[in-house]
């Protein structure tokens, strides 16, 4: 009896085995088929980074407000958006590190992430390390320092080791999810279409399109402002290797629509410009704004996002405000 239940074991592994392996090499071969829509944009962005060394004298960078709200064709024609849904100053750093290293240094760089990105760090392992942009020798750096400090779960996660080399293998257990709902093949004309649309606008792209939108976005919902010790750490490595790379620096904020903005409590606000200030006060030669913008719900596209009128607004502001920088 145990020789046959042998036999029919060896049967199944030489069956599973093989499909594995075959879904697997699908995974790493044709991302653009069963993908996420956001997977186009940091495929588009990791392919400009290792890209032509074109040079851009501004670099747009931070989170996902800040990729719907820089125009770079608003704005000036040497302007190049890189900023990614989801990202914290540390996915920033290892991006404009790795950018360095194809692309002439610009002039500028202008950041923008939203409070709560600072706070903590919330999508490292849903997107960047999911759709295979941080480099393997960063993802190992970010890992030894993390474990320095307090409060990284979201970062070490359990058997995070494990968990990267499944990722890194692109073992099925964990694009299963994305193969099914997108029937394998099924999102290839929207990622292509993405991937185009953000090459265009250079870098830019929309999340909400709603006409306006009163809803509560994250800061809203918290009580206070704490600032992430090892975000701050990037932040301050993302000023010294703009400083070492003679590019001056800029720390702005995406606006908040009038609901959000009249519910934040007096202790984020409070906090939050604390934290700015002491940076601002560490790095002297960085242009920080420490505070916070409120425009009309009519020009959000969701919670958080600035819709097209929205946007066209701030860049009209941003204009203004830096005209030494954006002409």
């Known amino acids: 009896m145990w020789r046959q239940i042998g036999r029919l074991f060896i049967k199944f592994i030489g069956i599973v085995l093989p499909v594995f392996a075959a879904l697997s090499l699908y995974c790493a071969l044709f991302p653009m088929w069963y993908m996420d829509g956001e997977y186009a944009m940091y495929k588009q962005q990791k392919d400009y980074i290792t890209g032509n060394g074109e040079y851009n004298r501004v670099l747009i960078m931070g989170d996902s407000r800040t990729k719907a709200g820089f125009i770079p064709d608003e704005l000036s024609n040497d302007c190049y958006n890189l900023a990614l849904g989801g990202t914290t100053p540390i996915e920033g750093y290892y991006a404009l590190k790795e950018y360095l290293e194809y692309h002439p240094a610009p002039e500028y760089v202008v950041m923008a992430y939203a409070p709560m990105h600072y706070m903590d760090v919330d999508a490292l392992w849903t997107r960047n ?16 320092i993390a474990a320095e400090y307090e409060d990284c779960e979201n970062i070490l996660i359990e058997h995070y080791r494990l968990e990267y080399m499944m990722y890194r293998l692109y073992l099925p257990n964990k694009y299963c999810t994305a193969l099914k709902n997108a029937g394998f093949v099924g999102r290839h004309a929207f990622n292509t279409d993405k991937y185009a649309q953000v090459t265009a606008q250079r870098g830019q792209s929309y999340f909400g399109l709603s006409n306006g939108s009163g809803d509560i976005n994250g800061e809203a919902k918290e009580s206070d402002f704490t600032a992430s010790d090892i975000v701050t750490f990037y932040m301050q490595r993302l000023f010294d290797l703009c400083k070492e ?9 995406l606006p908040m629509n009038e609901t959000s903005r009249s519910i934040l409590t007096e202790d ?27 425009y009309p719900n009519d020009y959000f596209g969701d919670a958080d ?21 954006f002409n």
Do not use: W
């Open 305 to 325: 996002h600035l819709n097209p009128v929205g946007a066209q607004a701030y860049c009209q502001f941003m204009k203004e405000r830096y005209p030494d920088i």
């Open 129 to 144: 390390i999911y759709f295979h942009v941080m480099n393997p020798e960063d993802a190992g750096e970010l890992f030894l």
């Open 268 to 294: 984020f606000k409070e906090h939050y410009r604390d934290y700015m200030y002491e940076l601002a006060v560490a790095n002297p030669t960085v242009r920080i704004f420490g505070d916070f913008y409120m």
């Open 245 to 253: 790379s003679n590019i001056q620096v800029v720390v702005e904020q």
